[in-house]
Each structure stands twice: as C-alpha cells, then as structure tokens.
C-alpha cells in the first residue's frame, strides 16, 4: 500500500518561506521518482519540482531559485523548501510518488499555500 501524506501548508506573506511534507507508506520508496505539483484556481495541475531515485532534479522555470525538493528515503519523507514566496505560488500542492516498474503513480489529499500581497 502507498499513501502518500502531506502537511506544512498554510498562509504566509509574500517574502516569506515553507516548508511542505509529503510522508509516504510502502517499502520500496527509494525506488521511486518523486515530485510536487501544484494547481491553482481554474489552472490544470503543473509539475513543480521532481526528484529521481538518483538524485537529479527538475523544477519549473517560475520556482528555479526559490524551491527545493529532497529527500529522506530512511523515513519515506520528501520535502518542498520553498522561499521568497509570490502571490502566483498560491496554489493546492501535491505530493506525487511514481513506480518506474509498474508505471503507476500514487498521489496525496494536496495541501493549500496561500500567499498573501
């Protein structure tokens, strides 16, 4: 079974920083790629950030700076450092583990940022 979890949302102002938690079961964790997406009011989801299993990472151009994504593979944990947060960040975050072997993706209930101006 694979749920993953996440917390750490809330409301900040802009300028200011978060921190979001995704927390998954399932033993072969290490083994998945994992990222956040993000979707905003009226906007398709979008790719945030995403982490191999080796360790390469992507972000959108928008959050390239400002976002981090790692990793806890000892407790089945990623992470979404996020600062200098903008208004445009506002947006339902959510924690996604992909299984390269079974093409299967497991998301979680999403967490909502809200920026304020």
């Known amino acids: 079974q694979v749920q993953p979890v996440e917390s750490g949302g809330g409301v900040v102002q802009a300028g200011g920083s978060l921190r979001l938690t995704c927390v998954a079961s399932?033993?072969?964790?290490?083994?998945?790629?994992v990222g956040w997406y993000r979707q905003a009011p009226g906007n398709q989801r979008e790719l945030v950030a995403r982490?191999?299993?080796?360790?390469?990472?992507n972000y959108v151009d928008s959050v390239k700076g400002r976002f981090t994504i790692s990793r806890d593979n000892t407790k089945n944990t990623v992470y979404l450092q996020m600062t200098s947060l903008k208004p445009e960040d506002t947006a339902v975050y959510y924690c996604?583990?992909?299984?390269?072997?079974?093409?299967?993706?497991?998301w979680g209930q999403g967490t909502l940022v809200t920026v304020s101006s």
């Open positions: 399932g033993s072969i964790f290490s083994l998945y790629t």
């Open positions: 982490m191999t299993r080796g360790g390469d990472t």
């Open positions: 996604n583990l992909n299984n390269p072997f079974r093409s299967r993706d497991y």
